[in-house]
T-cell receptor, first 111, second 114 residues
């Protein structure tokens, strides 16, 4: 079993749609959780850190369920500019060294 | 302003000809990483420095070496590039002493091997 798994994708959705991505992790001792966005041939950029209480940033909502070891990302009112690959990243400790990447889920928002 | 700067952005080399990629950071982060990313794959960690301590991943080929002469700079040396080493190389930093611990990436260096 891979350490971090994500919905395989790709997701093709129309503009304005709501889309949700799921990510599961195997190490119950994982400490920190992040969603990164990566555009084609660009570097990953932090979209959101994910907190136990859940957090929201505009159209984006992230949730963490430690008991079930999964993380979700919800995008409401999708825009064409949301088209990208979304990477789930888990930090195995709080020492900033052990980051594990999921394989990514590709999203295409269609006009 | 860019906080993690990689040079060159694009590098073309011949099979077997050594290459050095550089990374500098203005964040004063104590941890620096080198990742290799191939098309449609997640970034793969090659090695990282925790302060001056070098940590090599078990499956990183010996062909890949790194140097960190000071806090701000880190280099990736590919001693004898093969066709399979063509990829995007991403430098990233994080801090164990400040912030929320996330990774900050440079824009990457795209390596082509002829």
């Amino acid at each position: 079993r891979k350490e971090v798994e994500q919905d395989p994708g790709p997701f093709n959705v129309p503009e304005g749609a709501t889309v949700a991505f799921n990510c599961t992790y195997s190490n119950s001792a994982s400490q920190s959780f992040f969603w990164y966005r990566q555009d084609c041939r660009k570097e990953p950029k932090l979209l959101m850190s994910v907190y136990s209480s859940g957090n929201e940033d505009g159209r984006f909502t992230a949730q963490l369920n430690r008991a079930s070891q999964y993380i979700s990302l919800l995008i409401r009112d999708s825009k064409l500019s949301d088209s990208a690959t979304y990477l789930c990243v888990v930090a195995l400790d709080n020492y900033g060294q052990n980051f594990v990447f999921g394989p990514g889920t590709r999203l295409s928002v269609l006009p | 302003d860019a906080m993690v700067i990689q040079n060159p952005r694009y590098q073309v080399t011949q099979f077997g000809k050594p290459v050095t990629l550089s990374c500098s950071q203005t964040l004063n982060h104590n941890v620096m990483y080198w990742y290799q990313q191939k098309s449609s794959q997640a970034p793969k960690l090659l090695f990282h420095y925790y302060d001056k301590d070098f940590n090599n991943e078990a499956d990183t080929p010996d062909n890949f070496q790194s140097r960190r002469p000071n806090t701000s700079f880190c280099f990736l040396d590919i001693r004898s590039p093969g066709l399979g080493d063509a990829a995007m190389y991403l430098c990233a930093t994080s801090s164990t002493r400040q912030g929320t611990g996330e990774l900050f990436f440079g824009e990457g260096s795209r390596l082509t091997v002829l």
